[in-house]
């Protein structure tokens, strides 16, 4: 069988606004992958803003910022317990983001956007997103 025949292309659905983008790499759907995977995405925060302000009842994240400094807020849904991380591309990390756990990410540069890498265990499903307001 010839490479051509074998490579896939497939097309993403970059969705941009003010705050900045969001681009999910692998969604889950995708051929060959094994039952158990879940997204892989990337999200681009514009300078000055913040993205998120919601939690996953069912879901898991593990975030990593590979452009820029951001402020990750976090907040326990059911004990009010708050936790600040900074992120800075330079000296990256992988933060693992339990179920039931509020998310924000705010930008820490008014002039630079960040990017940053995410994996869901499951697939998108709108009502495992909830919107919440976190703590600052």
């Not at 330079?90 to 930008?107: D, K, M, Q, S």
């Not at 540069?109 to 976190?134: G, K, M, N, Q, W």
Request: glycine share 8%; with cysteine; proline share 5%.
């Amino acid at each position: 069988m010839r490479l051509e025949d074998r490579v896939r292309i497939i097309e993403r659905r970059l969705i941009a606004d003010n705050r900045g983008w969001f681009l999910k790499a692998i969604d889950g759907r995708e051929e060959g992958l094994p039952a158990h995977t879940g997204e892989v995405y990337l999200t681009c925060g514009a300078g000055g803003q913040a993205k998120g302000g919601h939690y996953h009842p069912l879901a898991q994240e593990w975030f990593t910022l590979v452009v820029g400094q951001a402020m990750l807020h976090l907040q326990d849904v059911e004990t009010g317990q708050t936790m600040r991380i900074r992120l800075d591309a330079a000296a990256p990390v992988t933060v693992y983001i339990p179920p039931r756990v509020a998310h924000l990410v705010e930008n820490a540069s008014a002039d630079r956007d960040f990017i940053l890498l995410a994996y869901t265990d499951l697939l998108y499903d709108p009502t495992d997103t909830v919107p919440f307001t976190v703590s600052l």
